[in-house]
Every structure is written in C-alpha cells, then in structure tokens.
C-alpha cells in the first residue's frame, strides 16, 4: 500500500488482482478508529512542579467528528496503544479507498481500449 511502489495496472486482469487485495483491506473485520490519537505534552496545575514553565506531562488526546461537531477526548495510557492502531487502519482504509476508485477509472479506461477494438468500421 506504499503509493511508492504502486504502479498503473497494464490490464484488467492486473486491475482485478490489486482490487482483490485492496477489497481484503476495506472489508475486514478489525475495527476502525473514525478520528485521530495524538501525544500533546501539558501542564498538571501543581505551580511547584517543573511543568510550571514549560509543558513537560505526556498526554494522550483522541480527536473525532460526531454529527459534524468536533471533540477531543483524553485517553488513558493504557488504551493508547489500542486506539492507535484502530486510527491507523482507519488511515490505511481511507488510502485503500482512494486505491478503489483510481482502479475503477483504470478499468473503465481499459474497457474503452477494448470496445474501440471491438468498433466495426464506418465509411
Ligand atoms: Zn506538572
């Protein structure tokens, strides 16, 4: 799924392998994180604390749309690892959803190829 090392299938039959592969990807089981996790640093409110001056207390944030409104949620350390890897799926299904429909444009294209192939000839 590296877009590097992907290339324009020549055929159709090179369109429908890669669509089987990225068919696997969209329609799997594991659940998708519909938002994004990241690490912020912040302050605790103790004045004493080395925090004081400058953030310094690793915190986990999870950002997501709901209904079109935005929220962010703290996340617990221990459910942090988890939730990354669901928001990185839910990436790697967004990049293989774009992958689909420049599939489907190839074929389209490649179909073309064939029905002018296919054409009879017009005086
Ligand atoms: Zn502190």
């Not at 990225?22 to 998708?32: R, S, V």
Request: with cysteine.
């Amino acid at each position: 799924m590296n877009p590097s090392t992907k290339r324009t299938p020549r055929s159709l039959e090179d369109v429908w392998r890669r669509r089987e592969e990225i068919l696997k990807i969209l329609l799997a089981d594991e659940p998708l994180l519909i938002g994004s996790v990241y690490d912020t640093l912040r302050r605790c409110g103790n004045p004493t604390c080395r925090c004081a001056g400058r953030p310094t207390h690793r915190q986990t944030l999870l950002i997501f749309t709901k209904a079109g409104r935005r929220y962010c949620r703290f996340v617990r350390q221990a459910d942090a690892p988890l939730l990354r890897e669901a928001a990185e799926r839910y990436r790697l299904w967004r990049q293989a959803l774009r992958e689909f429909l420049t599939l489907q444009n190839r074929e389209r294209e490649l179909l073309k190829v064939q029905i002018r192939k296919r054409a009879m000839p017009l005086k």
